[in-house]
Each structure stands twice: as structure tokens, then as C-alpha cells.
């Protein structure tokens, strides 16, 4: 029978870019080796896992998480700077088995940092990703080889109040979720025309 309302997993509709973070709840070492683990679950072009992370947790080494914060743009500095972990999200750009460039290394680690957040949601953790952050800046204080590609940063940390939050923070962090209609961006047996 065809269900009048296709259903999609609560994981998938519980996840959403959070804001409010709790600063002083530390997460525990099996916490986070819980989300390497997700992350490194994903598929990959290959199963050459091109994805490399890196991880400040703000409760083991405050100066370094201090620094990775520092190179989030100003706007994503106001509310992650709750958050105790970081995760840069970054990948290896040639194929393991033959050195050849790996077009699909965006794709694949795409694919692990959602596993990632995903997981942060199954764990009760607030999670958002930022591609606002200075990559040179980051590259060079933490000696990131050149090579890396530097995609996104992680903020993960456990939920907190929205009370505690500015009033503009607390709207964005109210508002509904939305996404585009289906037919804007779903194809059938063609092209439908629009590009954007
Ligand atoms: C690659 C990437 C970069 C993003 N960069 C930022 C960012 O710099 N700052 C921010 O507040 N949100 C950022 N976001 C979060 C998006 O705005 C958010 O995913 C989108 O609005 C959908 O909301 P949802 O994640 O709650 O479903 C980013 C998300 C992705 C996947």
C-alpha cells in the first residue's frame, strides 16, 4: 500500500544546524570516538576513504580549540564559541591505489560529515557545520600540509537552553526547517529545465 505521506527516519528529521550549546558539559572520550566511527562508516569512490578530520576538544587543550575558534568568521564565532569540540572536516585529494586525482573526494567526505552529524543527533548532541572559517589561517597555525583539501568545521557539544541565547540567535534557532519543493530539485526520466 502507497502511504499518503512518505515517511523519512526520525534521525534524519531530528538533525538540524543547532546554536545553543552547553559550554561546560564535557564529552566523553567514547562520545567522540563514536562519531569517528560514523564518519568512517561512509561509503567512499573506491573505499579509499579520502576523508581526514581533525578534532579540538576544549576541555583537553583549551589553547589549541582557542585558535580554531579564533579562524570561524565573526558570525559563527558568536554561538560556537559554546561549543567544546571542533571537527575540521577535510579530505586527501589523490586515490590511495594509483596516486590519480580523486574527483569524488568532496563527495565522499560529504558523505562521512553527515554520518557524523548524524550521529551527534543519535547521541543528543547539537551539531553545525560551517564552511565559514579561514582555511589558509587554519592550515598554517596547525601545519595542515598544503595538499589537504579544507571543506567545513564541525561545532559538536551537548544542548543547551535557547534562553541562553541573544534574541536574534534565538529566532534563527526557532525557525522551521524548510527545503525547496521536491520537483526543484528531483528529475523525472530527464532534465526538467532549471539549473538552479
Ligand atoms: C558545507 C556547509 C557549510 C555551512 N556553513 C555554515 C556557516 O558558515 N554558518 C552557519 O551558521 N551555518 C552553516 N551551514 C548550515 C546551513 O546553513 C544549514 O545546514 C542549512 O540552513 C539547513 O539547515 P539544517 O542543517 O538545520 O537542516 C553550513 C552547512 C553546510 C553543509
Request: proline fraction near 3%; avoid cysteine.
Given at each position: 500500500m502507497?502511504?499518503?505521506i512518505a515517511t523519512i527516519s526520525p534521525l534524519i528529521t531530528a538533525r538540524r544546524s543547532g546554536l545553543a550549546y552547553d559550554p561546560d558539559v564535557e564529552l566523553t572520550d567514547l562520545q567522540i570516538?563514536?562519531?569517528c566511527e560514523a564518519a568512517h562508516w561512509a561509503p567512499s569512490c573506491y573505499g579509499d576513504e579520502p576523508w581526514q578530520f581533525v578534532v579540538w576538544n576544549k576541555h583537553q587543550?583549551?589553547?589549541a580549540w582557542q585558535q580554531?575558534?579564533?579562524c570561524l568568521v565573526p558570525g559563527n564565532q558568536t554561538w560556537a564559541q559554546n561549543a567544546p569540540l571542533f571537527f575540521l572536516t577535510a579530505s586527501s585529494p589523490k586515490f590511495k591505489h594509483n596516486d590519480k586525482p580523486n574527483r569524488w573526494q568532496s563527495y565522499d567526505t560529504g558523505a562521512a560529515a553527515l554520518n557524523l552529524c548524524l550521529q551527534a543527533t543519535h547521541l543528543g548532541l547539537v551539531n553545525h557545520q560551517m564552511g565559514g572559517f579561514d582555511a589558509d589561517k587554519l592550515k598554517q597555525i596547525f601545519h595542515i600540509p598544503d595538499e589537504i583539501e579544507c571543506w567545513a568545521m564541525i561545532a559538536i557539544g551537548a544542548p543547551a537552553d535557547i534562553n541562553t541565547l541573544s534574541a536574534d540567535l534565538q529566532e534563527r534557532a526557532?525557525?522551521?526547517?524548510?527545503?525547496?519543493?521536491?520537483?526543484?530539485?528531483?528529475?523525472?526520466?530527464?532534465?526538467?529545465g532549471q539549473t538552479k
Open positions: 502507497v502511504q499518503d570516538t563514536s562519531l587543550n583549551n589553547d580554531a575558534l579564533d526557532l525557525q522551521a526547517r524548510s527545503r525547496r519543493p521536491l520537483m526543484s530539485n528531483f528529475h523525472h526520466h530527464g532534465w526538467q
